[in-house]
């Protein structure tokens, strides 16, 4: 592992290294820019269950810049689902992911991890700019939070959350204008409640949420094909699949001045 800057217990920097050839058969995708790709950079809020089903695919895919952002600590119970290993317990969860991401990278990726919440980050002061953000929490204050912030600074978030009983999951893209995630679901503006812990959790439906997350990123740099904004899948039932384009709603509370533009 090779280190770009001292580690502290709140902080973290470190950089991937090239390994040539790696990239190779992303060039044949139709829409890819590898060139674009590093020099892209992404703000991961949120280091649990979904982002480690979505950060290593960026870094192996060549990312330029990845940040993460988690104030949370990695538990034994994280392990059969997130990138962390027994060595990891008892660390913070965007340091201890940063670290692990470092042998994903095929590119001189720069890897940051923040522990801290976003809204601690946002109050701070720290340096969010990137060209998108994938918001990967399991609460509706942070995903609000993060529906604001970056709204009013014209970046783009891709949204992702899995079901209590792990069935089904969702990817909703909010670009720099239209639609946030409080048309989706209006109710989550006024939602301060936290999951209670020991919700079900496994890899399967992180992994296809990720998957979808990931493609989404690339829609978002690159001129891949994306004809929606919201995407459900279900693994028990294909009929619970859904593709949406949903639309604004002129009361939103979040993307509501858009209108008098």
């Not at 580690?7 to 470190?14: A, K, M, Y």
């Not at 995708?29 to 960026?58: D, N, R």
């Not at 439906?205 to 904004?229: E, F, I, K, P, S």
């Not at 028990?236 to 639309?247: C, N, P």
């Amino acid at each position: 592992m090779r280190r770009a800057s001292s580690v502290s217990q709140t902080s973290i920097r470190l950089k991937g290294e090239v390994v040539a050839g790696a990239e190779d058969r992303q060039h044949m995708i139709a829409g890819f820019s590898q060139g674009i790709y590093s020099k892209a950079s992404v703000c991961c809020v949120g280091a649990g269950g979904i982002i480690s089903h979505i950060a290593p695919t960026l870094c192996r895919k060549g990312i330029g810049r990845i940040t993460l952002i988690d104030r949370d600590i990695v538990e034994p119970s994280n392990l059969n689902r997130q990138r962390f290993y027994s060595s990891d317990i008892g660390k913070n969860k965007a340091i201890a992911l940063a670290e692990n991401l470092v042998p994903e990278c095929i590119a001189a990726t720069d890897i940051y991890g923040y522990a801290s919440r976003l809204e601690e980050a946002i109050a701070g002061g720290l340096d969010l700019t990137c060209d998108l953000a994938v918001c990967g929490v399991d609460n509706n204050p942070a995903r609000i939070a993060a529906s604001r912030f970056f709204r009013s600074a014209g970046i783009p978030v891709v949204f992702c959350a899995v079901s209590a009983d792990a069935d089904h999951g969702y990817v909703f893209v909010q670009e720099r204008t239209g639609s946030c995630i409080a048309c989706l679901f209006p109710d989550m503006v006024d939602d301060d409640r936290f999951p209670c812990p020991g919700t079900p959790a496994v890899a399967d439906v992180l992994q296809a949420v990720g998957a979808l997350a990931v493609y989404a990123v690339d829609t978002l740099l690159m001129t891949r094909r994306r004809v929606w904004n919201y995407r459900r899948i279900c693994l028990s039932d294909g009929a619970g699949d859904g593709v949406a384009t949903v639309l604004s709603r002129e009361s939103c509370p979040i993307c509501e001045p858009d209108f008098g533009e």
